[in-house]
């Protein structure tokens, strides 16, 4: 079974600083899905960013990025220009292509906190 | 992005009572959607995935009869909790499928049972 680790619980970053938040996997399988989702105070999950793992370049969206390391089962969040609406709870997720109900793995979270 | 709506945002129930919860797809055909429920500060607990026209699958450890899922159409997806109990209340947050790579949120539903 597919695992994600994200071993930090929280982390904190000046505003318009930059922040790394990791994930790890865990996966036999050669082609998959990677999510990070942000869960505001408000607690709706939103989608930030998305990987398919036969991708070699690392996806982009405006000030987020990710480190995508496939052989060392990375997938790592960068933060650039934080902002205060940046302060949220983040998940990093797996899904298989495989099964037609394939679910999301999600991690444990990570805590950001952003300091004014 | 496509919409998710839940719906209630907040219920307040008796012990013993049910209640449902609805998820509604807005502008796509979802066949399958997800059930989860999180606790604060914790993470999203699947707790059985809908299919329509079709029961649906139950994670282990969640009982079927108590927290049933009626998967009606394309677009809706429900969730009632029978008899419920204090040990029920939680956040419960449902999720519909577009594609593999698309899997929306609803801004979920604080039950509280008293």
Not at chain 1, 42 to 62: D, F, G, H, P, W
Request: net charge positive.
């Amino acid at each position: 079974a597919q695992t994600v680790t994200q071993s930090q619980p929280e982390m904190s970053v000046q505003e318009a600083e930059t922040v790394t938040l990791s994930c790890t996997y865990d996966t036999s399988e050669s082609d998959y899905y990677l999510f990070w989702y942000k869960q505001p105070p408000s607690r709706q999950m939103i989608l930030v960013i998305r990987q398919e793992a036969y991708k070699q370049q690392n996806a982009t969206e405006n000030r987020f990025s990710v480190n995508f390391q496939k052989a060392a089962k990375s997938f790592s969040l960068k933060i650039s220009d934080s902002q205060l609406g940046d302060a949220a709870m983040y998940f990093c997720a797996y899904r298989s292509p495989r099964g037609a109900n394939s679910k999301l793995t999600f991690g444990k979270g990570i805590t950001l906190s952003v300091r004014p | 992005g496509a919409v998710v709506s839940q719906h209630p945002s907040w219920v307040i129930c008796k012990s013993g009572t049910s209640v449902k919860i609805e998820c509604r797809s807005l502008d796509f055909q979802a066949t399958t959607m997800f059930w989860y429920r999180q606790f604060p500060k914790q993470s999203l607990m699947l707790m059985a995935t809908s299919n329509e026209g079709s029961k649906a699958t139950y994670e282990q450890g969640v009982e079927k009869d108590k927290f049933l899922i009626n998967h009606a159409s394309l677009t809706l997806s429900t969730l009632t909790v029978t008899s419920a109990h204090p040990e029920d209340s939680s956040f419960y947050i449902c999720s519909a499928m577009r594609t593999r790579y698309e899997q929306y949120f609803g801004p979920g539903t604080r039950l509280t049972v008293t």
